[in-house]
């Protein structure tokens, strides 16, 4: 029974593991989608405000 014991809990151990792992890495793409959003904005912005400036000298 011991052994079964032993490998219940190196599983348990690699399944915990695992989750932490990707909670991670779900955290770090959250940041990555957050980051690349507010730099899509901003260049959307200097976009905006080069062809209002474009169509002003036209």
Do not use: G
């Not at 029974?1 to 955290?27: F, G, I, P, W, Y």
């Not at 793409?29 to 912005?45: D, P, S, V």
Request: a negative charge; glycine letters at 0%.
């Amino acid at each position: 029974m011991s052994t079964t014991n032993a490998q219940v809990k190196v599983l348990t151990d690699l399944a915990k593991s695992l989750l932490s792992v990707m909670e991670e890495q779900k955290e770090e793409h959250a940041n990555q989608l957050e980051t690349l959003t507010k730099t899509f904005t901003e260049q959307i912005e200097m976009l905006k405000a080069q062809v209002t400036e474009i169509m002003e000298k036209i």
